[in-house]
């Protein structure tokens, strides 16, 4: 409850410079207040406080009403059902709220009670070199960050061990892994969320007794020095690999040390394997269903083969499966854009910033039904959107989504933009949607958002948020101006090759390479691509999000470094160089020009 009160005042300060007052008395009738802590302490402070229906699903775990009334007494009172509950009514409050300097302005009359459909709703934050913004962020920012989740109903935050399939450190990290995996559950258990640890096998021997307890006295260093823990996911594979008929019995020996520092942790496993015979299946599920006391339950992963439907139905009813989805892909991965232009494909590639909001609702909720909820796969800031979405859908799946889009944006950019912003996120959305050279939308996209850039003046300088939607923008509108260009490019070369029995092959060929080459001596929409350099500084700066191998300090290509990317030739020029090298080896003119 503290917390919760906490992160009102704060919140409320930062966006209008007002301090409100703590008090543990109800004021004055002529005095507004926001009464704020669990239902029950609240009508125990003043049984006459309307804190909603006397029943309903607001008394549910993690449950809370919201009460404003303006008429007789001007108040709000958010009331939870448990110290959950109040945190997550205060993060709707301030999703609804209008804040501007010196101004706090909710609905009038606004009564609401709920409760998530869903008791899992979490996110995976990995710091490690391969996730392209986490790795530069300091215990403040991950703070800042989890709370932004919690106010959209997330109760559960992954984190990860030093040792991964990764490097063991990058140049971009403030603190040692080890380190900031303390202060990460710390954080994560101040604002009273479930502590989950993504925890592949790393070794290379889990059968021998010294190579066993290697592992154990790693895992009991780890577990002694984290302030709380309630679940761990261990892959089969991907990495790892294990046979089920070795894996569960070394999760059997891990449990020990876990359940000795955190008696009520739990494990889960998921069958990823990149190549699973029927038999590893076979025997994967039959360990399971077993149901070992350290079980927690099973996991639905990217890799797993088994179809979900069938999986609830393999895995007895009394065992819970978790989703695990991968938010963070768009090529290459769980959920790949659907019919995405090869020009979007070959620039943005893999990890791009990716506000899917419409898709994020579809492939939620065609698979919720068969989980216990969600924590997700994601490997950095450029997923930032879609976990909101998943969270709020995780929360309640009939919640339309352009609620959750103007929520985010109404918080997290600007009040009075809320709605011309949530456009311009589904705009993006849609800027993905068939062929992309007679995509009309991607010039009325970009056309918007600089219009909201002028408008917003230095927030649009200093909120990294909306830079991420004006920075894909601007990329979506120079990919588009780049595709039609080399497109004629292309059939221009090809026309001048056509004539190569007139003008002879040597000169064809010179003619369309000086052609082709104009992409890069005579390019186009140079002001889209300044703009895309820009704001990918910018963002550096600002959040850490690396979009370039060598300026930015990205792993790699596909991981968030899709500016890097930005001038991928969209035609056949390095096929067509490479003919005109076998051409031009040819002797004779005749040869030359039937090849």
């Known amino acids: 409850d503290e917390k919760a009160i906490q992160v ?3 919140e ?12 543990n008395t109800i004021p004055s009738a002529t005095t507004p207040f926001i009464a704020v802590g669990r239902r029950a302490e609240l009508r125990r402070l003043d049984p006459t406080l309307d804190c909603g229906p006397e029943t309903g699903e607001h008394f549910r775990p993690e449950g809370f009403s919201i009460v404003v009334q303006k008429q007789s007494r001007a108040m709000a009172v958010i009331a939870g059902a448990d110290g959950r509950g109040v945190l997550y009514g205060v993060g709707r409050f301030l999703r609804q709220a209008e804040l501007a300097p010196s101004r706090i302005a909710v609905p009038a009359d606004w009564r609401l009670q709920t409760a998530p459909k869903f008791e899992m709703r979490g996110h995976q934050l990995g710091y490690r070199p391969k996730v392209n913004a986490y790795d530069a962020w300091s215990p403040e920012q991950f703070d800042q960050y989890i709370r932004e989740l919690a106010l959209f109903g997330t109760n559960s935050i992954e984190i990860l061990p030093p040792r991964t399939d990764d490097e063991r450190t990058s140049r971009h990290m403030k603190l040692p892994p080890m380190e900031m995996m303390v202060r990460l559950s710390e954080i994560i258990e101040s604002y009273g969320m479930d502590v989950w640890i993504w925890y592949p096998n790393m070794g290379k021997d ?5 190579a066993i307890q290697a592992e154990l006295t790693e895992r009991e260093e780890i577990f002694g020095r984290l302030k709380r823990i309630d679940h761990i996911l261990v892959p089969g594979g991907d990495p790892g690999n294990l046979h089920p008929d070795v894996l569960f019995p070394w999760l059997e020996r891990m449990a020990v040390p876990l359940k000795q520092h955190h008696p009520r942790a739990k494990i889960w496993v998921s069958p990823q394997a990149f190549a699973p015979t029927r038999a590893w299946l076979d025997s994967f599920y ?9 079980l927690g339950g099973v996991t639905f992963a990217p890799w797993a083969k088994t179809p979900l439907p069938e999986m609830r139905a393999i895995v007895d009813a009394t065992i819970k499966i978790r989703n695990y989805p991968d938010i963070t892909h768009s090529v290459e991965c769980q959920y790949p854009v659907p019919n995405w232009d090869l020009a979007f494909a070959l620039t943005l590639h893999r990890e791009c910033y990716n506000p899917r909001p419409m898709a994020m609702k579809v492939i939620h909720n065609r698979f919720a039904d068969f989980t216990c909820g969600t924590v997700t796969y994601t490997e950095g800031i450029n997923d930032d959107f879609n976990k909101f979405v998943w969270s709020d859908q995780d929360w309640d799946p009939a919640t339309p989504v352009i609620d959750t889009v103007r929520d985010y944006c109404r918080l997290f950019i ?20 068939g062929a992309l050279a007679v995509n009309r939308q991607v010039d009325v996209t970009l056309r918007n958002w600089q219009d909201m850039e002028r408008r917003l003046g230095e927030i649009a300088r200093t909120n990294y948020r909306f830079q991420m939607g004006l920075l894909r923008a601007n990329y979506d509108a120079y990919v588009k101006a780049r595709l039609i260009h080399e497109t004629w490019l292309e059939a221009s070369a090809r026309e001048a090759l056509r004539l190569a029995p007139q003008t002879g092959s040597i000169v064809a060929m010179e003619r369309a390479e000086n052609t082709l080459g104009q992409a890069q001596t005579a390019p186009v929409a140079q002001a889209h691509k300044a703009k895309c350099d820009e704001l990918a500084d910018r963002l ?15 792993q790699s290509r596909t991981r968030g470094a899709f500016m890097d990317g930005i001038d991928e030739p969209l035609n056949d020029v390095a096929w067509l160089r490479a003919q005109f090298k076998e051409v031009r080896a040819l002797d004779r003119e005749d040869a030359r020009l039937r090849k």
């Open 206 to 210: 889990y059968v021998g007794a010294a």
């Open 540 to 554: 550096f700066a600002e959040i850490g999000s690396q979009l370039t191998v060598k300026r930015h300090g990205a």
């Open 286 to 294: 039959r360990h399971v269903n077993r149901t070992p006391t350290w």
């Open 414 to 433: 600007n009040p009075g933009l809320a709605n011309e912003l949530a456009d311009g996120v589904f705009a993006l959305e849609r800027n993905w949607e």
């Open 12 to 23: 409320i300060e930062k966006r209008t410079g007002v301090v409100l007052r703590r008090t």
């Open 8 to 10: 009102l005042r704060e």
